[in-house]
């Protein structure tokens, strides 16, 4: 790095995970989203349950994170689960006028980028399960 100096590592291997952070943007942007939806109960409820998905993204990749390669790849199915429920989450938010048009594509994107993510990472455990572990996973990922 710049400066002699070298990036400061993480306890947590799941923080080094760019599809972690995208995660994390996405609840951020879900809370900026439910933020200036006003006060209508039936909004508030809704986003409620949106932000219970979006979280269940970054908490599915975090657990998984700490089991063993075949373990992970399951959570990382989960998380693609709960890019799934966001997904029909911001169609009825369409659908009812809780978002714009402009909202609706700016979620699509990110959970379709989320997705292509989650897929390449399952890919990638799943490859080095059956070449390096020969039908052993018990090496933990953290």
């Not at 923080?15 to 933020?35: N, P």
């Not at 219970?52 to 790849?73: C, D, H, P, T, Y």
């Not at 990382?76 to 429920?85: G, N, Y």
Request: proline letters at 2%; aromatic letters at 10%; hydrophobic letters at 35%.
């Amino acid at each position: 790095m710049e400066n002699g100096q070298e990036k400061p590592t993480t306890f947590f291997r799941f923080e080094d995970l760019r599809i972690y952070h995208k995660s994390l943007e996405y609840i951020s942007w879900g809370y900026d989203m439910a933020k200036n939806a006003g006060t209508d109960p039936y909004v508030k409820l809704f986003f409620d349950r949106f932000l219970i998905s979006a979280q269940a993204i970054s908490l599915n990749i975090a657990e998984g994170s700490s089991r063993n390669k075949s373990q992970f790849v399951y959570y990382l199915k989960m998380a693609k689960s709960s890019v799934r429920e966001c997904v029909v989450l911001t169609t009825l938010a369409l659908h009812r006028n809780i978002i714009t048009p402009k909202h609706y594509d700016e979620s699509k994107n990110q959970l379709m980028e989320m997705t292509k993510m989650i897929g390449a990472l399952i890919g990638s455990l799943q490859r080095s399960v059956k070449v390096g572990d020969h039908g052993n996973d018990e090496d933990e990922t953290e």
